[in-house]
């Protein structure tokens, strides 16, 4: 049994895995060698000329840094709303607590799609379409985020809040001082999650940015695509750079990933 599930692993992976590795051996090899009609396992020829002449004809250092900053704050946001609406929901008893808590999960089931008309109001009316805050505010929380956070503070002992309100500590500090420092696999789960979420984010970001210069990697590598054509090595090498930032967070980060599902009690 031991080796049937080893062996449907390694094949899970090898699976995962393969489009990476393709991405990676397209994006190193030349262009004769992807026009040639030989499929390779591995080039012949290394090359770094696709990477070159795609950082060289695009602003693609422009469109990373636009990333980085959008993931990062709305990553930053969406794990202090999280954390704070997941106490709240597993702590504090009030009217109506579980049926909004039920309500924010049916959230979960509506398509993004739906609800974009509503969103390109709402940011148009707030006077911030065309910036970074239009694709920021509108996705810096999460139902599910909401749920896990919740599903991993109600796996705290009681005790110790208890403990915390009968020595005079208030709700804000309880979360800050008890709560928070026992979440950390849950922060950085939720922090991967909407980073990666708003990373890869492409539908939203189109519509809310006008400016070629505030736009991500998901809509340059579209805008690239158009300009290149059938140029597979410029299109890889691309994608190869909007990639590797999130496979080496995951890489250091798994840890802390995989502790902050299963305490939350998903499997």
């Known amino acids: 049994m031991r080796v049937l599930r080893t062996a449907a692993a390694v094949v899970v ?7 990476l590795y393709w991405m990676v051996v397209v994006a190193l090899s030349t262009r004769a060698e992807l026009l040639g009609g030989q499929l390779r396992l591995w080039p012949r020829e290394l090359t770094l000329a696709n990477v070159e002449r795609v950082l060289t004809a695009f602003p693609v250092v422009t469109w990373l840094g636009n990333s980085v900053a959008i ?5 930053l946001i969406t794990v202090a709303v ?3 609406a997941g106490y709240a929901f597993a702590q504090l008893r009030f009217r109506g607590s579980t049926a909004l808590f039920l309500v924010a999960l049916s959230t979960l089931m509506l398509p993004v799609q739906v609800i974009m008309v509503a969103l390109f109001r ?7 379409y065309g910036s970074y805050w239009a694709v920021i505010l509108p996705t810096a929380a999460s139902a599910f985020g909401v749920f896990l956070a919740r599903q991993f503070i109600l796996g705290i002992p009681r005790e110790l809040v208890e403990a915390a309100r009968i020595d ?4 804000l500090r309880v979360f800050l001082q008890v709560v928070l ?9 939720l922090f991967f999650m909407s980073l990666l979420q708003t990373w890869n984010d492409f539908a939203w970001p189109l519509i809310a ?7 991500t990697l998901p809509i340059g590598l579209l805008y690239l695509q158009g300009q290149f054509g059938a140029d597979y090595g410029g299109t890889m090498a691309f994608a190869l750079i909007s990639v590797t930032p999130m496979v080496v967070l995951f890489l250091v980060f798994q840890r802390y990933f995989v502790q902050g599902f299963a305490r939350s ?3």
């Open 209 to 215: 940015l006008r400016q070629n210069e505030l736009f």
């Open 82 to 84: 999280n954390l704070l």
């Open 122 to 128: 709402l940011v148009t009316e707030l006077g911030i």
């Open 71 to 75: 993931a990062l704050v709305t990553s």
């Open 168 to 171: 005079g500590a208030g709700h």
């Open 13 to 19: 992976a090898l699976v995962t895995l393969a489009p």
């Open 181 to 189: 420092p026992l979440c950390r696999p849950l922060v950085a789960v």
């Open 265 to 267: 009690g998903i499997r």
